[in-house]
């Protein structure tokens, strides 16, 4: 596997003319980590997905090449533009180059805390906003398929969904009946992650029936 620092972000991502400077890793996932960059002054938060040794053997599918990495933060990244053009909250999306792209920053001093980790004064109100969330990506034709307490960002009173690489997509119409198809146990899936979530507030959400509600939008369109 390619040895990854944050030297070897930051050269990368400056190189790109994402940005002029990467101060610190963010967050780490599986696939991907989060730094904090800056652009004439201003921060961004940079997205770069891990390189892995490409195999030798042209047809193996062990290992990711530039190229792969590539169509996965492109893909990322177009579903997070077309949730921001369809106004779903989501950190606005600024740059793309190869297996890096760069978003706003949420945050002020410090970076914005997840759902998990965040004072909830008025849980029932927040429930409220995760599961028009939900509805809004529905709206944009897209079901996050991964949404949980880990992936939605709270700043200044409101809830921002990230992380897209596992979302369903449903927006062209050619294919759109076997997307929605594929979308709809992750629906569930995401709506019983918010169930499960709240009711650790003493907050109920009834993820069988919101389900069902959006499984009729869903068979409309």
Known sequence: ????????????????????????????????????????????????????????????????????????????????????????????????ADNMFTMRFLGDDQIAPLLKDADLERPDEVAKQAVALVRKLIDAFIVHSDLSEYNIVMWGERLFAIDFPQAVDFSSRVTRHLR???????????????????????????AESEYHRLLQKLDQL
């Open 1 to 96: 596997m390619r040895e990854v620092s944050l030297e070897t972000v930051r050269a990368d991502a400056i190189e790109c003319g994402l940005v002029d400077d990467v101060v610190t890793v963010l967050a780490s996932g599986k696939e991907a980590d989060v730094y904090l960059g800056l652009w004439k002054g201003a921060p961004l938060a940079l997205k770069a997905y891990r390189l892995h040794r490409t195999p030798h053997r042209k047809k193996s599918a062990i290992g990711y090449s530039l190229d792969k990495v590539g169509a996965v933060a492109a893909r990322e990244f177009t579903i997070l533009e077309k949730a921001y053009r369809a106004g779903v909250p989501v950190p606005t999306p600024a740059r793309r």
């Open 180 to 206: 929605i198809e594929e979308a709809k146990p992750l629906l569930l899936r995401d709506l019983r992650n918010l169930e499960s979530f709240f009711a650790k507030h003493d907050v109920v959400i009834d």
